[in-house]
């Protein structure tokens, strides 16, 4: 089988040339992207292979917290104005899960106000140039 090209093509293509044309490009294509896409997997494969993850000690997985009535989580613990139970709640197990199940004590916990918003208000306000 001949394959056409474009300078083979005469001033007026046939039809025939023209799908010939289109489908050799289209393969062309196809095994191009099909070559790119084992080779990419390859590299991937030999990425994973040479690059080993160091080995952690494997710890027993951390015991599930035993459930802690809202109250008495929340007794011990100083907090700054009206903070709702579950995010206490949810501030002392991101702490748990962060320490990995280390002995932890939340002492206090103060809520950020109204400061970073207006800092972020003043910082959008002065990069403003007036004039």
Do not use: Y
């Not at 023209?18 to 590299?43: C, K």
């Not at 040479?50 to 929340?74: D, G, H, M, R, Y």
């Not at 206090?108 to 207006?118: D, E, L, R, V």
């Amino acid at each position: 089988m001949m394959i056409p090209t474009i300078a083979a093509f005469g001033a007026k293509p046939t039809v025939m040339e023209n799908v010939s044309f289109i489908v050799i490009g289209f393969l062309f294509v196809l095994v191009v992207l099909a070559t790119l896409s084992i080779v990419t997997s390859l590299i991937g494969v030999l990425c994973t292979r040479l690059i080993k993850e160091p080995e952690t000690k494997k710890s027993p997985p951390p015991a599930p917290a035993a459930p802690v009535a809202p109250k008495a989580q929340s007794e011990g613990i100083e907090t700054e104005g009206d903070i709702p139970e579950h995010i206490i709640a949810l501030i002392a197990t991101a702490t748990h899960v962060i320490l990995k199940g280390r002995p932890q004590r939340i002492v206090s916990i103060k809520g950020s106000g109204q400061g970073w918003a207006q800092e972020g208000r003043r910082e959008i306000f002065s990069s403003h140039r007036v004039r």
